[in-house]
């Protein structure tokens, strides 16, 4: 299982589009031509960072990860509840305050961090795009106690009842490894 810092890092990752619609904002919104090393090329650079964030944390659980089977008697593609969170990855444009998402000012950290909170302590790594981005979707599914679970799976389950070798990521989140 993963440590709190790397569940952090993971939430983390999900604001890359946040940051993403922040540096366009920004790019059409600024007066005149913005230098290089402007908020949204930092906004850029840091986004791009937590793509390889995310990647690299997913890959790591895979390869180093302890394995444990899991019997999933019940699956049901959970892919589709990322567009309950596509309200908070627009705020930024919707949002016409002078001093809102054009900095790194104490309403946008605030901002920030409450959408953290909430997908830390929910575990609601679902409706993390970037992650559907590198391929992976999400699935809700019960073991033969009809315990639910979030496992997420770089490929398709097409036959819900299997043993799956699985890696623990967090508490009632698993990452599919190999279907047995």
Not at 69 to 75: G, H, N, Q
Not at 96 to 115: C, G, M, Q, R, S
Not at 150 to 177: E, G, R, W
Request: hydrophobic share 50%; aromatic share 14%; net charge neutral.
């Amino acid at each position: 299982m993963l440590n709190s810092f790397t569940k952090l890092l993971l939430v983390g990752t999900s604001l890359a589009p946040i940051l993403v619609i922040m540096a366009v904002d920004f790019f059409f919104s600024a007066k005149g031509p913005q230098p290089f090393w402007s908020f949204g090329t930092q906004l850029l650079i840091v986004a791009a960072a937590l793509v390889f964030i995310a990647f690299g944390i997913m890959r790591y659980a895979a390869r180093h990860g302890s394995r444990q089977p899991l019997k999933i008697c019940k699956a049901k593609n959970s892919d589709k509840e990322v567009l309950t969170f596509l309200l908070a990855y627009l705020l930024p444009v919707v949002s016409k305050h002078e001093y809102l998402f054009h900095d790194f000012n104490l309403p946008t950290i605030v901002i920030l961090a409450l959408l953290c909170v909430a997908v830390y302590h929910s575990s609601a790594f679902d409706f993390n795009p970037l992650l559907g981005m590198l391929g992976y979707h999400f699935y809700e599914v019960e073991d033969d106690s009809a315990f639910p679970y979030l496992l997420i799976s770089n490929h398709a389950i097409k036959k819900p009842c299997a043993d799956m070798m699985v890696v623990q990521l967090f508490d009632y989140t698993f990452l599919l490894v190999e279907k047995t």
